[in-house]
T-cell receptor, first 115, second 109 residues
Framework: GAGVSQSPSNKVTEKGKDVELRCDPI?????LYWYRQSLGQGLEFLIY????????KSGLPSDRFSAERTGGSVSTLTIQRTQQEDSAVYLC?????????????FGPGTRLTVT | EDQVTQSPEALRLQEGESSSLNCSYT??????LFWYRQDPGKGPEFLFT???AGEEKEKERLKATLTKKESFLHITAPKPEDSATYLC??????????FGKGTKLTVNP
């Protein structure tokens, strides 16, 4: 079946502009996660959504970052007033919450470059 | 705070030369330890989940093992197509995965 999809695959933006990154999780997966992967760094957790519960925003690095999930499916990560340090690959993952397994399945990522 | 350290950072092997990758971790209440494979320009691909010390899982030339402090990913008779970055992650009391920085494996023909 279809995996996690993300768009765009690449985004180049100027410093100070806002960007929106999109994630389509695997059908039937109620848990959705955003991570960031910077050069030379490990994957860093940003935010987690589960069904209709309030999201866990504990990993968002600043108030310029926000995310929403509409209809329990598609999610959008928004970065306002982008800075050069925001340049990274943004990865989305989803998980099936109905069983006993915890593995998360990742999309291909969006490579963000802030010039 | 949950932490994951992977070693070595990079490993070069000749085709057929078996070896192991190490993942040391500290976590409060382990719910799972995960191994992923990541190819350049792609997202991590799930390989294994290990839940408790003593557990082992195998897939083709890969075998993952778990103790209370570390996990090993054993690669038997590797092929060039096994070249990738291998990521280890743990999940403790929260929903997030905490990742190590990975081991970049290169298998030469």
């Amino acid at each position: 079946g279809a995996g996690v999809s993300q768009s765009p695959s690449n985004k180049v933006t100027e410093k100070g502009k806002d960007v929106e990154l999109r994630c389509d999780p695997i059908s039937g997966h109620t848990a959705l996660y955003w991570y960031r992967q910077s050069l030379g760094q490990g994957l860093e957790f940003l935010i987690y959504f589960q069904g209709n519960s309030a999201p866990d925003k504990s990993g968002l690095p600043s108030d310029r970052f926000s995310a929403e999930r509409t209809g329990g499916s598609v999610s959008t990560l928004t970065i306002q007033r982008t800075q050069q340090e925001d340049s990274a690959v943004y990865l989305c993952a989803s998980r099936y919450s109905g069983g006993a397994s915890y593995e998360q399945y990742f999309g291909p990522g969006t490579r963000l470059t802030v010039t | 705070e949950d932490q994951v350290t992977q070693s070595p950072e990079a490993l070069r092997l000749q085709e057929g030369e078996s070896s192991s990758l190490n993942c040391s971790y500290t976590v409060s209440g382990l719910r799972g330890l995960f191994w992923y494979r990541q190819d350049p320009g792609k997202g991590p691909e799930f390989l294994f989940t290990l839940y408790s010390a003593g557990e082992e899982k195998e897939k083709e030339r890969l075998k993952a093992t778990l103790t209370k402090k570390e996990s090993f990913l054993h690669i038997t008779a590797p092929k060039p197509e096994d070249s990738a970055t291998y990521l280890c992650a743990v999940q403790g009391g929260s929903e997030k995965l905490v990742f190590g920085k990975g081991t970049k494996l290169t298998v030469n023909p």
